[in-house]
């Protein structure tokens, strides 16, 4: 007995240890990109990429918000941070409510061809985006939403249908049969039913969805580039133009407070949801 509760101490130790060793693992980009951003540049030009920083200052994160050059323009990404979230807010939003709609009737109403209908749905999710960009271009152009917020919003709700509907169908088909059979015996129709009853259980299914959502939308670069137009480009877009954008020396530290302000809204949308994505996730959402 005392040597299978030693076996399984040193078991637990040596899960702890590389647990520990991954967790820094994955930190240390992070810990220097934020060290490097709170350096002046004399100090970065010492090569110590390790050392912290011998005084702290916020200049590189004022100028890469507010007045970094991305091309002939010099107004950091405070542009691009707006123009995300006004591409984010519809592309999170109307994804997840089609794709609920989508599960809902595909896990339960199932109307005539509805499995032929899932089964293309699952096809477009294996569809590289790149393929797929130049019949958007050309179809969107015909119907004059090119380059423009609509036209990015619309091909962000393309890509994101078949794993919108295949979460919330394979979720709504974990519930019990038993609550829709009672709520039509009642009297329920299609969208009573799914506005009264689906829809309240539906909140670790809607919270892992827009996390998802959220990423994508915000994370996106070529999507973007393509298709938001030079009024809406996205903040992934004004990072580039940043990045690439020097006349003289590169800025390094300016460089590293741009990319965390860039990668800022997905890590806080994660830390902040982070145990509800988990219960969504064991509630069914990944089968």
Same mark, same amino acid.
């Given at each position: ?7 399984? =101490?040193? %078991?637990? !130790? #040596?899960? /702890?240890?590389? @647990? ?6 994955? $930190? ?110 050309? =179809?969107? %152009?015909? !119907? #004059?939403? /090119?380059?423009? @917020? ?6 962000? $709700? ?115 949801? #982070? ?13």
């Amino acid at each position: 007995m005392g040597k299978r509760k030693a076996t399984a =101490l040193w %078991a637990r !130790v #040596g899960v /702890y240890a590389f @647990l520990l060793f991954a967790a820094a693992f994955f $930190l240390l980009p992070l810990y220097v990109m934020l060290t490097t951003s709170f350096k002046t540049m004399d100090e970065i030009r010492l090569g110590q990429i390790f050392a912290l920083p011998s005084s702290i200052t916020f200049d590189a994160w004022r100028a890469a918000w507010s007045e970094a050059c991305t091309g002939v323009s010099c107004e950091g990404v405070r542009g691009g941070f707006w123009n995300s979230v006004t591409i984010a807010v519809p592309s999170v939003v109307l994804p997840i409510l089609l794709g609920a709609i989508n599960g809902y009737a595909l896990s339960w109403w199932k109307p005539k061809g509805s499995q032929w209908l899932f089964g293309v749905l699952m096809m477009g999710a294996f569809i590289p985006i790149q393929v797929m960009i130049y019949p958007l271009v050309k =179809l969107e %152009a015909a !119907v #004059g939403i /090119y380059s423009s @917020l609509p036209g990015i919003v619309v091909v962000h $709700l393309v890509f994101a249908m078949p794993i919108m509907t295949l979460l919330f169908r394979n979720y709504y088909a974990g519930l019990p049969a038993e609550l829709f059979k009672a709520a039509r015996v009642d009297g329920g129709g299609f969208w009573r039913i799914f506005v009264q009853l689906v829809l309240p259980m539906s909140t670790p299914m809607l919270i892992v969805a827009a996390i998802m959502q959220i990423t994508g939308v915000w994370n996106d670069y070529i999507l973007g580039l393509t298709f938001a137009g030079r009024d809406n480009l996205p903040m992934t877009v004004q990072l580039n133009n940043v990045i690439n954008t020097t006349t003289g020396e590169r800025l390094y530290n300016l460089n590293m407070a741009a990319t965390i302000l860039t990668s800022a809204v997905p890590l806080l949308v994660y830390l902040i949801s #982070g145990r509800w994505f988990v219960r969504g996730i064991a509630a069914g959402a990944v089968k």
